[in-house]
């Protein structure tokens, strides 16, 4: 008898095709992982962040859950919280995953993730998911979310698609200050009248890929909390240290 194929090898798994055999970090052949188990053993290390900026930055613990900064201008969320920071390898998969058209790596990174204890607590303290929305122009040029893609596999669940949503396209972030930002994101988004009833009163994570300025989380929250959300909190897969 054949011995059985291995999961990534199965003409079944709707990842097969995309699922390289190389480790992406190290190169190292064959991977039976998209990062070879030398590379995860190396990177993934969760990091307890400050709740308000999710940087992780020495000192910080439980007991002193946030930086300076953040004790002198809270954030408009309770938590905040990245799984990495924006720099190798976490850069590197996200370039894949965004820009080389590679969306079914979203799983891997939720089940990354999900083995950060502080991304379970946020997860079963939340009421709803909900990914930080593409304008519609964003959306044909890219074809998917990433950030839904992140929320769905993170939870499918608490799940809760097309319920925010950005109202117009706003020029490209990169390169500008957080001030430069907000005042970019004023009125970009909005809660779907059909979908308000499902965040009234209730506890949401926003989710999304990479948190730079906290800018677009801002606005978001506002909106959110606005239209009748108790508490808000945010994860994103990286953020930039
Ligand atoms: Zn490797
Ligand atoms: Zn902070």
Redesign the pocket.
Known sequence: MLPPWPTWLSPFSKDRLTLPSQ??????WP?ADV??????Q?FFHPVFRCIGCAMALPGLSPERPRCGTCLQKPAIWQHAHAWMDYSYPCNTLIARWKFAQQPALAAHFARWMRQDPQVINLLETADVLIPIPLSPQRMRERGYNPAAQLARHLSPEQYLPHCLQRTRHTPAQSGLTRAQRLRNLRHAFAVADAQRHRITDRHVLLIDDVMTTGATFTAASRCLLQAGARQIDVLCMARTP
């Open positions: 480790c992406l970090a190290c190169r190292a991977s990062l070879c188990a030398a590379c995860q190396r």
